[in-house]
């Protein structure tokens, strides 16, 4: 399907070339390209991309778009893909037509919250719930932003001058759980049908979505024919 011909581990489905063509020709750069895009396939194959690939192309067709975090496990020192779920997402583009914000909101408990970070990071009624060990289940609303900072150092080695600011809010006690940042765009969306301005995509469901509908209407209609001819009423 799909999948099989657009990423999948059993064919080449991306190469590397240069925005100048005439470099090419140049000495060692091909060569150089190759063992990049060698190094690149060995990368994703120690990851979880291919496993993560099928819900996050799904995404695109059914709804219009696909979200993948672009993550690192420093365990493993490999690449960590996760894919965010659409109900939890919400996107916005730029001046330039390009995905380059991300909020998503999604629930974790007492104990992870202070797992993830710290006891002396969270709220006070985090806290507080987590002295109290059976309330250490209780769920929090969390709430993940990415977005382009206005300003920032391209050259500054702390995370809090990155382009790219990431924050981490605890919606109940509106309390900034942790400030970091990315230099790069850390999400990969996949737009099945994109259109100017929008930063949600259309999908072929979402074209044949009043077929389906119609489909189900004259489906119900055409059993309750049939039931009332089986059973006539008296």
């Not at 000495?27 to 120690?46: M, N």
């Not at 974790?108 to 250490?136: C, I």
């Not at 609303?141 to 920032?152: G, I, S």
């Not at 942790?178 to 969306?189: C, L, T, W």
Request: charge should be negative.
């Amino acid at each position: 399907g799909l999948i099989g011909y657009s990423l999948s581990p059993s064919i080449k489905w991306f190469a590397l070339s240069l925005q100048n063509d005439e470099l090419l020709n140049a000495y060692g750069v091909k060569d150089w390209l190759e063992k990049a895009e060698q190094a690149l396939v060995a990368s994703f194959s120690r990851s979880n991309l291919y496993a993560v690939a099928k819900p996050f192309v799904q995404d695109a067709c059914v709804l219009g778009h696909g979200v993948l975090f672009v993550g690192e496990n420093l365990r493993d020192n490999t690449l960590q893909f996760s894919h965010q779920s659409p109900a939890e997402v919400y996107l916005d583009v730029g001046a330039d037509d390009a995905v380059d914000t991300v909020l998503r909101e999604f629930r974790m408990s007492v104990r992870q919250l202070v797992q993830v970070f710290g006891k002396e990071n969270v709220g006070e009624k985090v806290r507080n719930a987590y002295d109290e060990p059976r309330r250490r289940s209780e769920k929090r609303t969390v709430l993940f932003a990415v977005y382009p900072r206005e300003e920032y150092k391209a050259d500054s080695l702390f995370n809090s001058d990155f382009p790219f600011a990431a924050v981490y809010i605890d919606v109940e006690d509106k309390h900034i759980l942790q400030k970091s940042g990315f230099n790069e765009f850390p999400y990969a969306v996949y737009e099945f049908a994109k259109y100017s301005g929008r930063a949600y995509g259309d999908s072929v469901v979402q074209e044949a979505l009043e077929d389906v509908r119609f489909l189900d209407i004259t489906t119900e209609t055409t059993l309750k024919i049939a039931q009332i001819a089986a059973d006539p009423p008296m």
